[in-house]
């Protein structure tokens, strides 16, 4: 939701909340978290999602891939992101090519860090 407003504003912060407190109480393993959540990584809602929810920001690995608004690119800002529980790993990770939305997407390659066979 974009933030436009006391009211969108406190949504918004109810949102993010909320979606900790899921990530927070989902049993799984191995989580992946993304999407477009219309704020920054200095944000403090996003630590909610890396601190309170345990999620590794993977956006680390992104060297601050910048992805809204498609144009112009001199101004675009990193809005998009991915978390990951530990145990998964970022093998790569880019931006691909503008597809109509004013994002433009990351694609991300995971891979599961210690595969154990029985």
């Known amino acids: 939701m974009e933030p436009k407003g ?3 504003e406190m949504l ?11 990530v927070q ?6 989580k992946i978290f993304l999407g477009d959540l219309n704020i920054m990584r200095w944000s403090p809602l996003y630590s ?5 929810a345990k999620l590794v ?14 144009h112009p690119a001199i101004v675009r800002l990193p809005r998009d ?4 529980s530990e145990g998964l790993n970022v093998e790569r990770i880019r931006t691909g090519l503008d597809i109509g939305s004013d994002h433009l997407p ?7 860090a210690d595969i154990s066979y029985f």
């Open 6 to 8: 006391p009211t969108n």
């Open 57 to 70: 920001k993977a956006a680390l690995c992104q060297d601050y891939r910048t992805t809204w608004p498609t």
């Open 48 to 52: 909610l999602l890396d601190t309170e």
């Open 81 to 84: 992101h991915y978390l990951l």
């Open 106 to 112: 990351l694609i991300v390659d995971i891979a599961v």
């Open 12 to 22: 918004r912060i109810r949102q993010i909340e909320r979606l900790s407190y899921f």
């Open 25 to 30: 109480a989902d049993q799984n393993d191995e």
